[in-house]
Nanobody, 116 residues
């Protein structure tokens, strides 16, 4: 049973923007903190941003001021708005759901490529 479904990846030029979406089942959205990880070729998966059930957010330093994570309770969806994209943001982005800091659910991933 698919619990998290991502969309919104693609190819964008440096300086451009993309918005990723992660649709979750209602039970997950209500009970879990949500986040986005990314994995670039040859690199380990890294945490990009998180948002708690209460709406508190946290970002890795490299995306602060450029990325914004948000959640829409009416749509059971988490978003990652990515602005001023750089080539080093190129990666597969994964949505996740966590409780007490432990990730329990992963999405299938969506490719983001930043290139001219």
């Amino acid at each position: 049973q698919v619990q998290l479904v991502e969309s919104g990846g693609g190819l964008v030029q440096p300086g451009g923007s993309l918005r990723l979406s992660c649709a979750a089942s209602g039970s997950i959205f209500r009970n879990y903190d949500m986040g986005w990880y990314r994995q670039a070729p040859g690199k380990q998966r890294e945490l990009v941003a998180t948002i708690t059930r209460g709406g508190s957010t946290n970002y890795v330093d490299s995306v602060k001021g450029r990325f914004t994570i948000s959640r829409d309770s009416a749509k059971n969806t988490v978003y990652l708005q990515m602005n001023s994209l750089k080539p080093e943001d190129t990666a597969v982005y994964y949505c996740n759901a966590a409780r007490w800091g432990i990730v329990e659910y992963w999405g299938q991933g969506t490719q983001v490529t930043v290139s001219s």
